[in-house]
Structure formats: C-alpha cells, structure tokens
C-alpha cells in the first residue's frame, strides 16, 4: 500500500508496493486534477524545520537516544530499531540519513475509534478483514498508524535473496512482542512476501534518491481491496490515516482501494492480478449488464472532466455549462466513489460559483471541504478555499464570472 511521509493523496490510491511500480501515483493522476497541491509531487515538509533544511551539507546522523544500530549493513542501507518508537516498537532497514530523519520526526499518537468498533473475520473469498461492530461514521478515522517496519526500496529490491531474509528477519525479530506478533500474522509466506503483500508505499525524504520505502502497518493490512471503498486512506508525516467515507452500518465490511479504480472493470482485474489475486469484491463481481453500465458511467466521467478541464483552460470558459456540476458529482455518486469525491465537488463548487449560483456552490463547496479534509488531511489550502466559499461565494475570485451565460443553453454552445 502507498503514500508518502508528505504529500497527502500521493500515492494514496495504490495500496500495496511492489517494485513492478515504483513512480508513485502513475495511474492517478488524472483524478488528482484540479487540486495542484494532490498532484504526484513527493515532498516532506513536514519532517523539516525550513525549507532549505533538506538541502543542507550532510552531517553526522546522531540517532536520538533509545535507537540502536546500525546492524546487518548492505551498502549503505542497515537495521535501525527502537522497541519504543511509534505504536510499540520501529525498526527500519535504511540509510543512515534516513534512520536520522524517520527517529527524530514527532509522530502523532496513535490513534482512531475504539477497538471493538470493528473485528476480524473470515471474508469469502478474501481470507480475513474488518468488520464494523457499530455503525461507523462518515468521516471518522478508524485507526491512526506509525509504521513497524520501514524497508528502502533499493535493498528490497537488488539484495539477494538470502541476505534479504536474515536482513528482515533480524528487523522483526528486535520488535517488540507484540509489533512482532502483528507483523507475523500479516498474509504471506516469508518475510519478504509478506513485506511485498501488505506494505505501504512511503518517502521519507521528499524527492532525495533513497527516500522510497515500504512501510509496513500490521493492522492496516487487514483492510481488503474493493473498488468503491468505504474507507479512505492517506499516509502524511510517516503516519497511516483511515477515514470513512460513507457511514457503515454494523456487519459490513471496511474496505480501501489497492488501486486507482476509476478505471473500467478489466483494467481493474488485470492490475488485482499482477497484485497476486482475483478481485472478488461487489465491483469486480457485477454481473455483465450492471458491469457494462458501471464502464460506461466511467467513460462518462472522464469525458466530461476532461471536456470541464479544455474549456476552463481557455479565456471565458466557452462551453462551460452550470449543469456540468451537478452532472459531475451524480455520476461520482451513482458510481459509489465515495473516497474520491474532493476533486469532483471542488469542480462543482467553482463551475456553480462562475455561474453565480449561490445555493449550488455553497452546498458543493461545503462538502468539497469535507471531502478534500478526508482524502488529503487537515490544514490543506484546498479545503480552506473551500470553507471560505460556502462562507461567502460572493466573494470568491470564481463568483459569477459566467453569470447569465449558460443558461438554458444545453448543447454545449457558449454564447460568448
Ligand atoms: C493486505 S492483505 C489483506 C488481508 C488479508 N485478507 C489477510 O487475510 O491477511 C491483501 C490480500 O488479501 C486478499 N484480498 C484482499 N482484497 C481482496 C479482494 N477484493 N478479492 C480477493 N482477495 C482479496 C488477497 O489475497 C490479497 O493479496
């Protein structure tokens, strides 16, 4: 599974890494438009005083008191460890300049509802999940993470086979009991499969060479794959968020995308695939009518994002439509994309406000704000935007800019 320590939506789609797909993001960027502050940028401020922090002459990485090595060296990459470290011990296979900044960032406690609010159980077809106990709703977080295991991708990937393991094994054997026991019970044969299968992709160091890592959440990964989630989640500051993105009556199951789902069904399966296993999740298993309409409201949505995106990048926004809004978020909405509504209703909340509907906008910019705070995190400009437009859409930059164009004028033409 993936994200980064900084950008919030980056990578936040594709779940779990495996080194057939180490850019972060690829497939997502479309639906990351029109947020610039979403897009596949890989940054970390967060983890730095100052801007120019990261940029500063290397230095000695005194590694702050309770971590100890560096162990098992493989060129530059060894075992650090700290039994008391994030939610009960940490140990990464990295840099030195990594181990330096993974253990002085402050992480935040863990954190999320209470742990009877969901179980585990036997899935069909799936192995084991969550299940919600109560009615969980839209918006809570359901747990808040550190990592226990942070592996650089470089020795992943180009250390031989038997190293590797000792190399891992020693990583889990020096966390804690419990961290181990978790970390253990995660699916996968060996050490390295089970790193392979339930890790989250994360940098650590903006876009540095070295700063991609697997990081591994012992109890995020019991979260099964479905293609309309009713989870969200979001890896910022080395910290693994899980939010729910529709309420969750008790007895269902809570699930997160692995992968960028707005896409249609086949592409969909083929990439399950190469992630080792066949999607039996309600998307993947419509039958062929449902599954036909279901591509096609994806088509659709494309289209018409794209269509918003050309005129709006033209003086005047020719073609523009108010109805394009409403139009927009529907097919979000008749599709279940629940975790990926931010950018839709932000579209919807500007295109109502040029038009100079009021109601309109405020609504949609209302839950814009919710939406974008769910998928990338509080304090994000983008929300804010949002916030001051349902405050007060007249005045806002976007407020009618297009007003009394568009009405009535259904078939695209502009009468500018
Ligand atoms: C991170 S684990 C999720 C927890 C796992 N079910 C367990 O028992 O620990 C990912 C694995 O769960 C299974 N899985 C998750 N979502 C699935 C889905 N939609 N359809 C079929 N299998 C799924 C696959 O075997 C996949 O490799």
């Known amino acids: 599974v993936q ?21 972060c993001g690829a497939p997502q960027t479309k639906s990351q438009t029109p947020q610039p502050s979403t897009a596949f940028k890989v940054e970390t401020p967060e983890l730095w005083n100052s801007p120019n922090e990261r940029y500063e002459r290397p230095r000695k990485y005194k590694l702050p008191t309770g971590w100890k090595g560096p162990e098992h060296c493989f060129t530059d990459f060894c075992l650090y460890y700290n039994p008391d470290a994030g939610d009960g011990g940490m140990s990464l296979i990295t840099t030195s300049r990594n181990a330096f900044i993974v253990a002085s960032a402050v992480l935040p406690p863990s954190s999320g509802v209470e742990p009877t609010a969901y179980y585990e ?69 060996t050490v390295y499969d089970k790193a392979e299968k339930n890790s989250f992709r994360m940098f650590v160091d903006g876009d540095r060479k070295h700063s991609a890592h697997l990081g591994l959440f012992p109890e995020v990964s019991k979260f099964n794959h479905d293609c309309r989630p009713n989870v969200h989640y979001r890896v910022t500051n080395l910290t693994h968020t899980t939010i729910a993105v529709r309420d969750i009556p008790p007895g269902t199951e809570l699930t997160v995308s692995y992968i960028y789902t707005q896409v249609p069904r086949s592409t969909r399966l083929t990439q399950l695939r190469e992630w080792g296993f066949e999607c039996t999740c309600s998307q993947c298993t419509l039958p062929p009518l449902e599954a036909g309409a279901s591509d096609a409201r994806i088509r659709q949505i494309d289209a018409l994002e794209e269509e918003i995106e050309s005129v709006m990048s033209r003086p005047g926004a020719p073609g523009l439509r108010p109805e394009m809004a409403g139009k927009l978020v529907e097919l979000y909405r008749m599709e279940r994309l629940d975790a990926a509504l931010g950018p839709a209703l932000t579209r919807a909340a500007l295109i109502s406000a040029m038009f100079g509907r009021e109601e309109e906008a405020r609504g949609f910019a209302r839950e814009a704000a919710e939406a974008v705070e769910r998928e990338t995190g509080t304090g994000r400009k983008d929300a804010e935007a949002m916030r001051g437009l349902a405050r007060e859409p007249r005045g806002h930059w976007a407020w009618g800019v297009l007003e009394g164009r568009g009405e009535g004028k259904k078939n695209g033409t502009s009468g500018m």
Not at 3 to 23: A, D, V
Not at 123 to 140: C, H, Q
Not at 147 to 158: G, K, M, R, V, Y
Request: net charge positive; with cysteine.
């Open 121 to 189: 159980a036997e899935v069909p077809g799936k192995g084991v999940g969550l299940i919600a106990n109560r009615t969980i709703r839209k918006g809570e977080i359901i747990m808040q993470r550190a990592p226990a295991l942070l592996i650089q991708s470089t020795p992943h990937i180009d250390l031989e086979r038997e190293p590797r393991e000792r190399m891992y094994q020693a990583a889990v054997d020096r966390l804690p009991e419990r961290a181990r026991e978790g970390f253990l019970r995660q699916m996968g044969e």
């Open 3 to 23: 994200g980064s320590i900084s950008e919030p939506n980056t990578c936040s789609w594709g779940p779990f890494l495996t080194h057939r797909e180490l850019t």
